[in-house]
């Protein structure tokens, strides 16, 4: 399996960018996609992720954090046992 992120930068104006996301947020891949959207918001952009083209989030912090500011809980299913 690849587990390869790629990160698609579009500039939308002067002060917002969106990165479109393809393939697996894992492990480095997953401090690269922090480490870069910690950089655009310190240089003052706003920044979107467009998730339609991954495939798999591993454990990542950045993501969960993420996605609770926008009002959406992240859950994990291991088996029948489900996890918060």
């Known amino acids: 399996m690849d587990e390869v992120l790629r990160i698609q930068r579009d500039d939308v104006d002067a002060h917002k960018v969106n990165l479109a996301l393809r393939g697996h947020i ?4 997953a401090d690269l996609l922090e ?3 910690v950089e655009l918001s310190r ?3 706003s920044v979107t992720l467009e998730f ?4 798999f989030i591993g454990r990542s912090p950045l993501i969960a954090d993420m ?7 992240a859950t994990r299913k291991f088996g ?5």
């Open 43 to 45: 240089s003052g952009l």
């Open 52 to 55: 339609s083209g991954v495939v």
């Open 35 to 37: 480490r870069e959207c």
């Open 80 to 84: 029948n046992a489900e996890n918060r």
């Open 26 to 29: 894992v492990a480095d891949w």
């Open 67 to 73: 996605l609770e500011q926008e009002g959406i809980v």
